[in-house]
């Protein structure tokens, strides 16, 4: 899938990355301990797996943008999956995907920041927004630090390039 998006990180997807495949099915992106899900839970569909904070100026500019590639986009082959790593107010993120025009994305939460602290060791997160395109193994592909405007057609362009590379 890598290679296969390559071609596509331009224009306004020019801050992707592709990346050497990390298997990242172990780390839990809903709920905590042990009844958190894991990325595992989402195998079998190319997802881009978006990190945000209520806190974070530039994921309320990015989240309608991903609600509106996801509700367009969203299939059995796709889907947006948007973590809120807010470790306080357990209201607040729910009300911020509201606030945002957001509220097509589902609402997911991983409050320990194992999740973040495992892709910053890896070297696939610094801040907030991050967002990584998973292949249907469960192995980032590609990873874009920053805010970035995913219902464009660069955007559009990139994910089509990554489900076509997985059929």
Same mark, same amino acid.
């Given at each position: 899938?890598?290679?296969?998006?390559?071609?596509?990180? #331009?224009? %306004?997807?020019?801050?992707?990355?592709?990346?050497?495949?990390?298997?990242?099915?172990?780390?839990?992106? !809903?709920?905590?301990?042990?009844?958190?899900?894991?990325?595992?839970?989402? #195998?079998?569909?190319?997802?881009?797996?978006?990190?945000?904070?209520?806190?974070?100026?530039?994921?309320?500019?990015?989240?309608?943008?991903?609600?509106?590639?996801?509700?367009? #986009?969203?299939?059995?082959?796709?889907?947006?999956?948007?973590?809120?790593?807010?470790?306080?107010?357990?209201?607040?993120?729910? !009300?911020?995907?509201?606030?945002?025009?957001?509220?097509?994305?589902?609402?997911?939460?991983?409050?320990?920041?194992?999740?973040?602290?495992?892709? #910053?060791?890896?070297?696939?997160?610094?801040?907030?927004? %991050? %967002?990584?395109?998973?292949?249907? !193994?469960?192995?980032?592909?590609?990873?874009?630090?920053?805010?970035?405007?995913?219902?464009?057609?660069?955007?559009?362009?990139?994910?089509?390039?990554?489900?076509?590379?997985?059929?």
């Amino acid at each position: 899938m890598a290679a296969a998006v390559k071609p596509f990180a #331009k224009g %306004t997807m020019v801050g992707f990355a592709p990346i050497t495949p990390a298997d990242l099915s172990a780390l839990p992106f !809903d709920g905590r301990g042990e009844e958190a899900e894991t990325i595992a839970a989402l #195998k079998g569909r190319t997802v881009l797996f978006n990190l945000w904070a209520t806190w974070c100026a530039p994921c309320r500019v990015e989240m309608p943008s991903l609600a509106a590639l996801h509700a367009e #986009k969203a299939d059995e082959d796709f889907a947006v999956v948007a973590v809120s790593v807010d470790n306080r107010d357990a209201n607040r993120p729910e !009300d911020f995907l509201a606030e945002t025009g957001a509220s097509a994305l589902d609402y997911h939460r991983e409050p320990t920041m194992t999740l973040f602290n495992s892709l #910053k060791q890896a070297g696939l997160a610094a801040g907030m927004p %991050t %967002t990584l395109l998973i292949a249907p !193994d469960g192995c980032a592909a590609g990873v874009l630090g920053g805010a970035a405007d995913w219902h464009s057609a660069d955007a559009a362009a990139l994910i089509d390039a990554a489900v076509a590379s997985t059929r």
